[in-house]
């Protein structure tokens, strides 16, 4: 594909994709596009594909139609250590199954770097420290993973994440089993990831915080991408009954004003 000038090439395309498995088709055809320091969230009804796209974008699963670009190149021509060196995926109850700390855990995002036996650089060293302090994970580098609350756990595997110094984030549903505190918290650093230059791009169930932290909402439907823009464009009572066949209620947010929140209607009188 040729861009121009005026046509400034996205880290991430996708074009006409279609995805699924086995050429059965649960997703597209669909046209997405991903900007550096941008957070795009992707919303809709469970079962609906969410996590198969994301797969895809991430290049773990291919498409059964269309094409993903990566710079403009497409992703099929990328190595495995390669495409790690530009993406890093955290899938949705991500297993642990050693009891690593959680230095050694988030080490493990260098991996594209110096491969199993490799060893240890500078640059290396350099990203594991930067990545516990964008996760404020320092005082605990030296607990063992397997020790630590679930909120704990994923600011570990997001700093696993960020220590492969990719230049896109692809998360499925990093806090669907977290707190409300521990939700804020893991949302405010993928949020404060892209105000420093990364792209993410992550599911989410959860309208208000889609609501809150987006620069752009995807929100998907039987199969297709019914609506994609800025939070108030999207989350609209008319597309989120077309998409989740509730009825939801589209008010201004308690404490701003400017942003949205999502609320259920009242219960009816009995």
């Keep these: ?26 997703l597209g055809p669909l046209n997405l596009s991903l900007g ?24 773990l699963l291919p498409p ?20 790690s060196k530009k993406i890093a995926f955290l899938s949705q109850n991500a297993p642990l199954s050693w009891p690593f700390t959680v230095e050694e855990l988030v080490a493990q995002g260098r991996f594209p770097y110096r491969r199993w036996f490799g ?18 994970l320092r005082e605990l580098r030296h607990r063992l ?22 230049q896109i984030l692809v998360l499925d549903e990093p806090v669907s089993q977290l707190d ?16 420093g230059g990364l792209a993410a791009i992550t599911s989410l169930h959860d309208l208000n915080l889609a609501a809150l932290y987006a ?24 597309l989120l009954l077309r998409a989740f066949g509730s009825e939801l209620v589209i008010g201004n947010h308690p404490r701003d004003g400017r942003r949205i929140s999502v609320y259920h209607p009242l219960p009816k009188a009995f």
Excluded: W
């Design 1 to 26: 594909m040729a861009h121009t000038m005026e046509t400034p090439v996205k880290p991430l395309e996708a074009l006409e994709l279609r995805v699924g498995y086995k050429k059965r088709i649960i």
């Design 36 to 59: 550096s320091g941008e957070l795009l969230v992707l919303i809709g009804p469970n079962g609906i594909g969410k996590t198969t796209l994301l797969k895809s974008l991430a290049g």
């Design 64 to 83: 059964v139609d269309g094409e993903v670009l990566l710079d403009g190149k497409a992703l099929s021509q990328f190595t495995a250590f390669g495409r």
């Design 119 to 136: 060893v240890e650089s500078q640059a290396d060293k350099d990203a594991v420290e930067e990545a516990l302090d964008r996760a404020c």
């Design 145 to 166: 993973a397997t020790e630590l609350s679930g909120g704990e756990l994923q600011r570990v595997l997001i700093a696993r994440s960020i220590a492969q110094r990719p």
């Design 180 to 195: 409300p505190k521990f939700q804020i918290t893991a949302m405010d650093l993928i949020k404060n990831l892209t105000q």
């Design 215 to 238: 620069d752009r909402i995807a929100l998907f439907s039987e199969g297709t991408l019914l609506a994609l823009g800025k939070p108030q464009d999207v989350l609209r009572e008319d």
